[in-house]
């Protein structure tokens, strides 16, 4: 992961997920598949897959290279494939800006754990947040 740096937001200590690498355009964020975010099949459940997907996509356009200056987003829309059934012990969210303009981007994204297993897909369209 580069210099910069982006504390996580409550919610991310809570639920244990975490920024690994970040770049332009680019996010990845890390979570150990934990008993307490297991559905009653016993997998990670969907909500996770989403929460992961809008943290990464959200994300992975506020880029400026320089820790003292922040930017923020707030999720316009938010779409989630489920595809596959998480069977390692980390999920792994990797998202992409793929366009957008001066107020908005859109982004993809893709969950899989850690053994490569696709687990998930989105795609997103987020509002930079003016200050």
Not at 13 to 23: I, M
Not at 92 to 118: P, Q, S, W, Y
Request: hydrophobic letters at 35%.
């Amino acid at each position: 992961m580069s210099d910069v740096y982006e504390p996580p937001s409550a919610f991310a200590l809570h639920l244990g997920y975490e920024l690994t690498e970040w770049r332009e355009n680019f996010a990845r964020y890390e979570m150990p598949i934990a008993a307490f975010i297991r559905n009653r099949q016993g997998l990670p459940h969907g909500g996770v897959h989403a929460t992961l997907l809008d943290s990464a996509m959200g994300i992975s356009g506020c880029w400026t290279g320089d820790s003292d200056r922040r930017i923020m987003t707030l999720t316009l829309s938010l779409n989630v494939q489920y595809i596959g059934r998480a069977g390692g012990t980390r999920l792994i969210v990797e998202a992409r800006k793929t366009g957008g303009g001066r107020n908005t981007f859109f982004a993809e994204g893709a969950v899989t754990d850690d053994t490569g297993m696709l687990v998930a897909k989105g795609t997103g369209v987020f509002r930079y947040r003016p200050g």
